[in-house]
């Protein structure tokens, strides 16, 4: 079973900063086989990216990934107050342990 | 606009069966594409996908929960449910139910209920 690691576990910046979310995976991985979601408190996992750099309906263009082999980026170029949560990668059946990236 | 709604019991006992039931409005349950799916999320363990399963009743455990779970569709009400087995305080978590879309590069999830909470305890 392939193990996804996110670094770091929490991220704090401030609005109109950079954050960079890092996923490992425990095998080399297909980068179109890799999601991302983002969590707010009290509300389900929101799907921002699948499929290598296809975003969801609704997700505005700061939010981006990339990355081969066993290592992926989620990027927000500048960060809004609403993108303050919890962002988790999938792979198949498996979720990361998920980053809190947090108002610094 | 597809929605997911989960219904069921908060509080169970151990060692008895849960049952979830996830209504699916603004959309056909039969649907080649996807699969339905339960996930749960607990504050230890994260989000863990229990299983999942399409229209015609092809069902997907994670090897985790094999033994004692089961899911099942209700085409007729556009419905699906999870039953789980033997339940213990390990168990207590926030049931969510889901749609995974399947592709030929991978798989998402790509619309979700609100999730409901279940306790164990007795």
């Known amino acids: 079973e392939i193990v996804l690691t996110q670094s770091p576990g929490t991220l704090s910046l401030s609005p109109g900063e950079r954050a960079t979310l890092s996923c490992r995976a425990s095998q080399t991985i297909s980068a179109s086989s890799l999601a991302w979601y983002q969590q707010k408190p009290g509300q389900a996992p929101r799907l921002l990216i699948y499929g290598a750099s296809s975003r969801a309906t609704g997700i505005p263009d700061r939010f981006s990934d990339s990355g081969s082999g066993t290592d992926f980026t989620l990027t927000i170029s500048r960060l809004e107050p609403e993108d303050f949560a919890v962002y988790y990668c999938q792979h198949y059946g498996t979720f990361g342990q998920g980053t809190k990236l947090e108002i610094k | ?122």
């Open chain 2, 1 to 122: 606009q597809l929605q997911l709604q989960e219904s069921g019991p908060g509080l169970v006992k151990p060692s008895e069966t849960l049952s979830l039931t996830c209504a699916v409005r603004g959309g056909s349950i039969s649907s080649n594409s996807y699969y339905w799916v339960w996930v749960r999320q607990s504050p230890g363990k994260g989000l863990e996908w229990i299983g999942s399963i399409n229209y015609g009743g092809t069902t997907y455990y994670h090897p985790s929960f094999m033994s004692r779970v089961a899911l099942s569709v209700d085409t007729s009400k556009n419905q699906f449910s999870l039953k789980v087995d033997s339940l213990t305080a390990a168990d207590t978590a926030v049931y969510h139910c889901a749609r995974l879309r399947t592709e030929s590069f991978g798989n998402y999830f790509d619309s979700w209920g609100q999730g409901t909470l279940v306790t164990v305890s007795s």
